[in-house]
C-alpha cells in the first residue's frame, strides 16, 4: 500500500474503461443497457457491448444478477473476464439471445453492495496494519461479508485481534472518503510502497493502474468495487487470528448486518 496522501492523480478513467466496464468507474451502478456482441451457445454464456458486473478478480468475487432480453429474464450466474472480454454465463434451459440484440442488466444489489463494503473493511485493515507495523499485506482471499488478509508478522494473540478490530472500526467511524484514481505504470512502478504489494502482480500491458485511494489511511493498486466513504462499512468484528508459519500471520473479519446495527 502507499503512504497516505490526498488524491494526487487523475480521477478520469480512460474511455476506453468507462465506456465498457461502469463497475471501474460506478460502483453504484446497478443496471445498465447493452448491446449482445457474441453468444457461446455450448458454454451457455454472452459477451456484451459494456457490462455493470464485476467479473471477479484480486480476491474479489464475481457479481450476480439478471439480463433481460426478447426472451425475457435470464439469471447471470457467473462472470469472468478472459481475452475476448467479460462474459456472462447465464442459467441453463433458456433461449439466448441473438448477436446484436439489446439487453437490460440488474445487478443483485444487495450481494453486491455487502462486497464493496467488506472490501473496503480489508482496506482499512491493510490501512491499520501498516500504521502500526509499517508492514505490506502478503495474501488474502475476500467472499460476500467475510475476508482474510495475512501479513509478515512475527507474532500473533487474541489481544492484537481485539486491539486491531477497535482500530478497524475506529477508521471506519472517522467516514474517510475513498477516491479511485488512475495511475500512469511508469509513476507506479516508481512508488516502491505500490510495488510492494499489487503492482508487481498486475501485468505489464495494464496501464494506467486504478488505484483506490482511502483518503487518508490507505492507498493501493486495485480493480475492485468499494463504497464511498468508510462510513458505509458498518460494524467489523475480528472473526480469527492465526499462525501460518514463521513471519506470517492471518485476520479473519466478518460485517456485521447494517440492519442490526444500532
Known amino acids: 500500500m502507499a503512504i497516505p496522501s490526498a488524491p ?43 457490462t455493470a458486473f464485476y467479473p471477479g478478480g484480486g480476491g474479489q468475487p464475481f457479481d450476480t444478477g439478471t439480463l433481460t432480453g426478447p426472451t425475457g429474464p435470464m439469471t447471470v450466474e457467473r462472470v469472468r473476464r478472459e ?70 508478522l512475527e507474532a500473533m494473540s487474541a489481544e492484537l ?22 495511475l500512469g505504470r511508469e509513476l507506479a512502478d516508481a512508488d516502491p ?8 502482480l498486475i501485468p505489464r500491458e495494464i496501464d494506467p493502474l486504478r488505484i483506490i485511494n482511502i483518503v487518508g489511511l490507505d492507498k493501493q493498486a486495485d480493480g475492485g468495487t468499494h463504497v464511498m466513504s468508510t462510513a458505509e462499512v458498518g460494524t467489523v468484528r475480528v472473526t480469527g487470528t492465526e499462525s501460518k508459519g514463521k513471519g506470517n500471520k492471518r485476520i479473519r473479519i466478518a460485517l456485521e448486518d447494517l440492519n442490526s446495527e444500532t
Open 193 to 200: 510502497a505500490l510495488i510492494r504489494t499489487a503492482a508487481k
Open 161 to 182: 485481534g481485539a486491539r486491531i478490530e477497535a482500530r478497524i472500526n475506529e477508521e471506519v467511524a472517522a467516514a474517510h472518503e475513498i477516491v479511485v484514481e488512475f
Open 83 to 152: 481475452p475476448t472480454g467479460i462474459w456472462h454465463w447465464l442459467d441453463g434451459g433458456i433461449n439466448l439471445p441473438e448477436p446484436r440484440t439489446h439487453i437490460h442488466g440488474e445487478l443483485d444489489w444487495d450481494r453486491r453492495h455487502l462486497v464493496m463494503r467488506t472490501h473496503t473493511a480489508l482496506h482499512v485493515l491493510c490501512g491499520v496494519i501498516w500504521e502500526e507495523f509499517h508492514i505490506p499485506v502478503t495474501g488474502g482471499n475476500m467472499e460476500v461479508g467475510t475476508g482474510r488478509l495475512d501479513f509478515p
Open 8 to 50: 494526487t492523480h487523475s480521477t478520469v478513467a480512460p474511455e476506453a474503461i468507462a465506456t465498457t466496464e461502469l463497475f471501474a468507474v460506478d460502483a453504484y451502478c446497478r443496471s445498465f443497457d447493452a448491446d449482445v456482441l457474441d453468444v457461446d451457445r455450448e458454454g451457455n454464456r454472452v459477451l456484451l457491448s459494456r
